[in-house]
Antibody
Framework: EVQLLESGGGLVQPGGSLRLSCAAS????????MSWVRQAPGKGLEWVST????????YYADSVKGRFTISRDNSKNTLYLQMNSLRAEDTAVYYC??????????????WGQGTLVTVSS | EIVMTQSPATLSVSPGERATLSCRAS??????LAWYQQKPGQAPRLLIY???TRATAIPARFSGSGSGTEFTLTISSLQSEDLAVYYC??????????FGQGTRLEIK
């Protein structure tokens, strides 16, 4: 059974930093691209970033490019999202997502339960 | 960026009736279209990929159709547990991956 467990969310001041983690189990982690998708309170889904299975290729939404960095440690089956220069509009539940392909963004077969990030003074 | 537009924003259907949800892409996405269901307080769940292929363990009352720019998700006989928000997502042209704004399905 695929399990994705996010951690690292919380309250942070504007301009601050936070690192999210996603511990994965139940599948061959390095064989799949992984993504972060967020959902602001009461709003729809927004794709944030994807990393290939090898970790060699990354993709970002324009809204986070230059501020967020996605990475993975295949030896630890863990996905990360380093978030810097946080803004109020980054407030959202952040979902860890397992893509269906190895090398590029596609559709999400499995989702974590999400971790809430609140950016506020 | 491909814009995905879902209609209607809210749909109210009686149990046992058919529900038809629409999704339109601003340019062709071929059949690279997925549908997700998000129940209140839960993470999304994959329903359909490739525009018409049901994901594992998805009941047969859920079906998807369409290609190019026009897509439909049909729930043939609505059950009370189908109360949710439904999102379409294109994965043909990226980045970015884009989602529709969602259709809220209410049970009459």
């Amino acid at each position: 059974e695929v399990q994705l467990l996010e951690s690292g969310g919380g309250l942070v001041q504007p301009g601050g930093s936070l690192r999210l983690s996603c511990a994965a189990s139940g599948f061959s982690f390095s064989s799949y691209a992984m993504s972060w998708v967020r959902q602001a309170p009461g709003k729809g889904l927004e794709w944030v970033s994807t990393i290939s299975g090898s970790g060699g290729t990354t993709y970002y939404a324009d809204s986070v490019k230059g501020r967020f960095t996605i990475s993975r440690d295949n030896s630890k089956n863990t996905l990360y999202l380093q978030m810097n220069s946080l803004r109020a509009e980054d407030t959202a539940v952040y979902y860890c997502a397992k893509d269906r392909l190895a090398a590029r963004p596609s559709y999400v077969g499995d989702w974590g339960q999400g971790t809430l990030v609140t950016v506020s003074s | 960026e491909i814009v995905m537009t879902q209609s209607p924003a809210t749909l109210s259907v009686s149990p046992g009736e058919r529900a038809t949800l629409s999704c339109r892409a601003s340019q062709s996405v071929s059949s690279n279209l997925a549908w997700y269901q998000q129940k209140p307080g839960q993470a999304p769940r994959l329903l359909i990929y490739g525009a018409s292929t049901r994901a594992t363990a998805i009941p047969a009352r859920f079906s998807g159709s369409g290609s190019g720019t026009e897509f439909t998700l049909t729930i043939s006989s609505l059950q009370s547990e189908d109360l949710a928000v439904y999102y379409c997502q294109q994965y043909n042209n990226w980045p970015p991956i884009t989602f529709g704004q969602g259709t809220r399905l209410e049970i009459k």
